[in-house]
């Protein structure tokens, strides 16, 4: 009869139930129990808040990244100006017939002719450096974290009148939409006596938050026409921003550009900018992960103390049980089963603690900048704004299923040993 006994019958999970209801007589075990349970539940729930802030970190930078930078910037290699003069300049000429050109590129959804520089910005007393990107108003309105930002100040259709600037950097000068700034660059315009430096006045018409504290601290839009004459760049652009259906892809689209750029054409794509950023990130994943596997390892050994305690203490029960017929089987699946709840149960509540905190990390982080008076969390480390917090199904199975795994793994070795405890020795001295 004990042979035909299906593995995992309902007496089994009953006994298995009882031994883990330890009776005062053996509150060490029920100790033992409770302290890994906990273990493992706050092993799990790190596991799991940190892959949602790691995802969610690169998440967020990579989509500021895109949405107000290009996916791949065109421009050209050096030529010489005229011949045999040593002059060499990377001006595009034919900027309109390339960007026409890449604009035909299958997966290709934006190309924008720039002109770029670097200038000192002031209003009244204050000043700082800022970078001028040329551009017409029609292409500013296809930047996403630009033309569509949710703190955004002004009139962007009245960008034709005036500039854009970046919301850290108009904090900075204490500018205000309606505001004049002076834009101050070096090389001006060309006399007898060498360059001047060049000043103007532009009115602040739109001010943008791109959710990137480097765009928004140091980034000024100009009207296309305006910056060529203010660069002295006539009839040129220094390269052409160009978007692509599959930014994560975007190195597929290398042979098309260079093909419909034509000759002397390189690019410049945002992985080659911020790839070794990610890839750093990556590695850090990875480490992380590791580690904290580690720690969830050993919340789950405690599991195997607190089941050789209760081999020990049950040594009289397993000898009664064996001598009613039950098999070496279902000795050991009883006490796998003690294992195993435990190792369910700590995982399931931090399971849910674990997406409870990721679900609320704002909070968490504002508590925190609570308790510091501020300054926990620095964008001009970090170079987003908030700590973000993404949850994916991948990760929590990682988390869940290392969990589960480890807790039954570190359970066989306890149970086994119960299976094979001698009946005879057990009731020996009862």
């Known amino acids: 009869m004990a042979s035909s006994t299906a593995p995992f019958s309902p007496f089994e999970f009953m006994i298995a139930w009882r031994y883990l209801r330890a009776r005062r007589a053996e509150g060490g075990v029920s100790v033992m129990t409770w302290i890994s349970l906990i273990g493992i539940m706050l092993g799990v729930a790190a596991l799991i808040i940190t892959l949602a802030v790691r995802a969610g970190f690169r998440g967020e930078f990579v989509d500021t990244i895109l949405g107000a930078n290009a996916h791949v910037t065109v421009y050209s290699a050096p030529t010489e100006v005229v011949e045999n003069s040593g002059i060499y300049s990377r001006l595009m000429r034919d900027y309109e017939d390339r960007a026409a050109r890449i604009r035909e590129v299958p997966g290709v959804t ?4 720039l002109v770029r520089g670097q200038v000192m910005v002031t209003l009244a007393d204050r000043s700082n450096v800022a970078e001028v990107y040329g551009i017409a108003a029609g292409d500013l309105m296809t930047i996403p974290r630009v033309a569509q930002s949710e703190e955004a100040l002004g009139d962007i259709d009245r960008f034709g009148e005036g500039i854009a600037m970046g919301s850290g950097l108009a904090r900075e000068l204490g500018v205000s939409v309606g505001d004049k700034v002076k834009l101050i660059s070096p090389n001006g315009a060309k006399t007898a006596f060498g360059t001047s430096p060049r000043v103007s006045a532009y009115e602040v018409v739109y001010i943008f938050t791109a959710g990137r504290w480097d ?15 203010y660069f002295n760049r006539e009839g040129g652009a220094d390269e052409i921003e160009v978007d692509v259906t599959e930014p994560e892809r975007v190195d597929d689209w290398t042979p098309q550009l260079i093909a419909a750029g034509g000759a002397g054409t390189m690019l410049w794509s945002w992985r080659d900018a911020s790839g070794s950023f990610l890839r750093a990130l990556d590695m850090e994943d ?49 006490f796998f089963l003690c294992g195993a709840f435990t190792g369910v149960m700590g995982t399931l509540l931090g399971l849910v603690l674990g997406v409870v905190f990721s679900l609320n990390i704002e909070h968490v982080m504002n508590f925190i900048n609570w308790l510091n008076g501020g300054g926990a969390w620095d964008p001009s480390v970090r170079g987003i704004y908030e700590l973000p917090a993404k949850l994916r199904a991948v990760d929590i199975a990682k988390a869940v299923g290392l969990s589960l795994g480890l807790s039954f793994v570190v359970t066989i070795f306890p149970a086994r040993r119960a299976a094979r405890l001698n009946p005879v020795e057990a009731l020996r001295y009862e």
């Open 215 to 229: 765009i928004d601290r140091t980034r000024i839009y100009m009207p296309f026409a305006e910056a060529q004459s």
């Open 286 to 334: 990875n480490v992380m992960f590791v580690i904290l596997s580690v720690l969830v390892l050993i919340a789950t050994m405690n599991i195997t103390s607190g089941l050789i305690m209760l081999v020990k203490n049950k040594g009289r029960d397993i000898g009664i049980l064996r001598t009613m017929g039950l098999t070496e089987g279902s000795v050991l699946r009883v």
């Open 110 to 113: 934006r190309a924008a002719p």
